[in-house]
């Protein structure tokens, strides 16, 4: 837990620039589906930078109370210089799986792309105890069925790994040997998230006592300006991925590395012509909406 928190201490300040550019238009999509009125009491968990948040606060500077809840301190700083103009948005260090709010205090729960560092059931059943009766509980997720790791889902990322594979050290330290052990035969599933598919969530969700559950499966386009952006990206996240590519390049000989990054450019640009200037590739993501009973 430790560790992971000091990676996204040390992506913090990148966060907005690699990931939010993706993210935002599903952060989007997530808030059209939810009917947001000027009394609601939000909660967003795993709030990273804010995204959802802010979003929220634009349109009701003054009427919501909103409450971020992190555990990297990194990211709620910047989260912080983002929200200081709207005294009614607070963001706080707190472990999602066990939050120090009282019972019934919140209207809508969001969680944008942090189940999967979560135990999914501890943190469904703390989002079901926080949430008043009729509340809600929207949530975003990396779908990790097999259909999600098959064409067309990933092409660009799939790409990116069999170039940093094919310049990749042969006298691996043991740690990277031992990195290399982990991710093999984990196709581009993250071995230390948890699973999430459409039929997981809303099993979970019934099970813990929301009778009205939607889950789906959706593809969601992620672009990115250029390049640059994109190599990035792959390199900045905080996935198993992440923090492998990380280790296969500092690991790289001077002359690999270079070799390396002029092929990324060459192949991901020949690979994405047809897409005109952006670089581009679709994922699959799961969404829940889970209401609570009103009482
Ligand atoms: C991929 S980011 C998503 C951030 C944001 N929701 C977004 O969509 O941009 C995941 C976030 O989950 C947070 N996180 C991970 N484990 C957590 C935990 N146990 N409690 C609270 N936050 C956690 C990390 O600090 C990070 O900010």
Redesign the pocket.
Known sequence: ?ED??KR?NLHASDYDRY??PT?SPL?DLLLEQIGMNEAMRVL??????G??LCKLADPFPSALMLVG????EG?LQVARTKAKDNPRASFTA????LLGFTSRSFSLITL???LG??DPEKSLREIFRLLEPGGLAAIQAYDTSEAATVPPYRRLTKLFAYILNKYSTRTPSPELEQTRKKMSGSSERDRNMTQQTEKSLKELAQGIGFPDVESRSLTAQFQYADIETFLNSMLTG?TSSSIYYRQEIEEMAAEARANMQRSQEVNIKKYCQSSKSLIEESCLIVQLLARKRKN
């Open positions: 837990m992971l928190q996204f990931a939010v993210l952060a967003d968990l795993c709030t990273g930078t995204l959802l809840a992190v555990l990297s990211m707190m472990d999602a799986e944008q792309f942090g560092y979560l905080c």
